[in-house]
């Protein structure tokens, strides 16, 4: 049963992991909507979950975490696994709009990404906040 509490924890840290190296590429675009030849990048979130977390078959947490370390009872954290930005695949966004300098940011597009992923970003902080406080409560037997 304990394993499968912090099994709940372990997607909810890959995904909140995941939307934080997302706003960072989205803001990367931002950042460099004037600059000339930029290409635009983002990342398939449900892809990536799916590979860092395990959540490809449906159940939460699917992927068993590794062992790894100087202790075989070590598990395998994110920055020792190569952190959530390595092992994600970033790909380059489709031009919506041509631009004589080659820049293919879409401000509207940009802004709606960030704002989008800032809201499931906070959801996700609320989904752990919940489950922490039910886990407090099973325990404290209330």
Same mark, same amino acid.
Request: hydrophobic letters at 35%; glycine letters at 4%; proline letters at 0%.
């Given at each position: 049963m304990f394993e499968q509490l *912090? @099994?709940?924890m372990e997607f909810f840290s890959a995904s909140?992991?995941?939307r934080a190296h997302r706003q960072q590429v989205?803001?990367?675009n931002i950042a460099n909507a004037d600059t000339p030849g930029y290409v635009a990048r983002d990342f398939?979130?449900?892809e990536a979950l799916e590979q860092v977390g395990g959540a490809g078959n449906g159940r939460v947490g699917a992927g068993a975490p590794t062992l790894a370390g100087q202790d075989a009872r070590h598990?395998?954290?994110a920055s020792s696994a190569g952190g959530v930005a390595e092992r994600t695949r970033v790909d380059y966004t489709? @031009? *919506?709009q041509p631009s004589l300098d080659g820049n293919s940011v879409d401000m509207d597009q940009q802004r709606a990404n960030? *704002?989008?992923n800032a809201v499931r970003y906070e959801s996700t902080l609320r989904f752990i906040?919940?489950?922490v406080k039910t886990m407090l409560s099973a325990i404290q037997g209330q």
């Open positions: *912090t @099994q709940r909140l992991q995941l989205i803001a990367s398939r979130f449900r598990l395998r954290t489709v @031009q *919506t960030f *704002t989008d906040n919940g489950h």
